[in-house]
């Protein structure tokens, strides 16, 4: 069973919730299929880009913009709320990385805090980062 993306598997022990199974909030028909090719390509690009760092010793190919980029993507594509502890784990990035990201993407209109709390923030696209991102994906070479 193919589980959410931002799914941590221990996320359980941590007290973070229970895993979810995945599911597709698309509607039946072409636009359905078309997102949940989409969301396929784009959680293969993030995936394939956190393994860059066992073939690359430099960050040649390492975009952390893009990788954050690329998770909020695949929320947005799944329905689901990003959290900036779940793009740092889901990125392998510190909070102060995490923040730093998310703070230029904001300033850089492609990304929006949707939740502020004392703890944690929910992050998203905005219309412009969602459009970018789903011009990207669509754009890059099957992987």
Do not use: C, W
């Amino acid at each position: 069973m193919n589980q959410r993306f931002f799914d941590v598997s221990n996320s359980v022990q941590r007290g973070l919730g229970s895993a979810h199974p995945f599911e597709s909030s698309a509607q039946p028909g072409s636009g359905a299929r078309a997102n949940g090719a989409l969301e396929a390509k784009a959680t293969r690009m993030h995936t394939l880009g956190r393994l860059r760092g066992k073939h690359f010793f430099t960050p040649v190919m390492a975009d952390t913009a893009m990788d954050v980029m690329l998770s909020l993507f695949v929320g947005e594509l799944q329905s689901s709320t990003v959290s900036d502890t779940a793009l740092a784990v889901g990125n392998l990035l510190n909070r102060e990385e995490t923040d730093a990201i998310i703070d230029r993407l904001v300033q850089a209109g492609l990304a929006v805090v949707t939740a502020q709390e004392p703890d944690r923030r929910t992050v998203g696209l905005t219309p412009l980062g969602s459009a970018r991102m789903r011009s990207f994906v669509s754009d890059y070479p099957d992987v």
